[in-house]
């Protein structure tokens, strides 16, 4: 399953070697919710292993937007089954900053448009 969400970096940790042939870097994006700033969504996620170093050209605060696999795996220790979920980026793209939509476009004026020619042939 392949998702995409789009938010403000928030938490870079530093890479975790798990094993000597695991390592793992989670990081935080901050997701706004439209409608009311106080419900803004704090998602984690993890780079593994030559992935890692995706996140490095990454300062806080700068809006990045994340492609990610959300895996769920079991886990059995001592007769109890446990489940747990990852999120796990596989891309990280830098945003770049649009235009405000609501800066009105310039003004019309009619030197912008071309005067019309005595033998114009169009039907309308």
Do not use: H
């Not at 700068?62 to 895996?71: C, D, I, M, T, Y």
């Amino acid at each position: 399953m392949n998702f995409e969400l789009t938010g403000s970096l928030i938490v870079k940790d530093e890479e975790q070697a798990i094993t000597a042939s695991f390592k793992k870097r989670e990081f935080v994006i901050e997701v706004a919710n439209e409608r009311n700033s106080d419900w803004n969504d704090y998602i984690k996620f993890q780079l593994t292993q030559d992935r890692c170093a995706q996140l490095d050209p990454f300062n806080l605060g700068e809006a990045v937007k994340v492609s990610f696999n959300v895996r769920g795996r079991k886990w059995e220790k001592d007769g109890k089954v446990n489940y747990f979920s990852n999120l796990e980026a596989w891309r990280l793209e830098k945003v770049q900053p649009t235009a405000d939509p609501g800066t009105p476009p310039p003004p019309y004026t009619e030197a912008e448009v071309p005067p019309a020619g005595e033998n114009e042939d169009l039907p309308f």
